[in-house]
């Protein structure tokens, strides 16, 4: 017995017109795709989100001691807010400071030049430093690592300046920006001295307020 193949009618139970159902199984695959479009951009947008500021690795500066804490090297860059075993003072602090009669003023600006002559410890410079009125200079003690003359030219300097005075006020700077003076005051407080005051502005902030510097002459050097 043959069959008659069965053909659409618009009256007939169940059956689907042939465009209507092209039209639902191109609608399930275009929803199917969209869905899987959105996952997909979901799991992107989380692996390359950023992570919280408290969930990122703190950057390593390489030119951090990460056994002493000094500063080894690109001196002239940005310096922190703060530095151990000192405050910080502004300068407006620093001329109250200056109209006391007990206060010291140290300049730790390298020096520019040949260094110190091996015979007479004079420094011999190549160009010219100003520095604010009242300063001792004492080049290259803002170094990250000293050797052993720069230490006990440091040293013998604080102790001639404070007359051994612990408590006794010290006033550290050099330049805008500049990681010696931040070295110097956290070396002179891990001596034991008890008034390390850092100018982080030094020559730099003192000169844009328009007051005056001298013409300095560091301390010359023993290196016998």
Known sequence: MSTVPKIYDK????????NEFWAQIRHRRCARLAYLLTSLSILLLIAYAPLPAAAQAEPVDKYMDPNTGFRLGHYRAPTPDSVPNA????LAELRALL??????????????GAGPDPSTGQWRLSEVRKNIPGSVWLPEVGKGRLGPFLRRYFQENLEKITGGDKRYPIVIYCLADCWPSWNAAKRAGEWGYENVLWFAEGT??????ELPLQEARPVPIDLN
Do not use: C, F, Q
Request: aromatic share 4%; proline share 9%; hydrophobic share 40%.
């Open 11 to 18: 009256s007939s139970p169940g059956l689907t017109a042939p």
């Open 87 to 90: 405050t910080r003072i502004t």
């Open 99 to 112: 109209e006391k009669p007990d206060v010291a003023l140290i300049d730790v600006m390298a020096h520019k």
């Open 204 to 209: 730099d902030g003192w000169s844009e307020a």
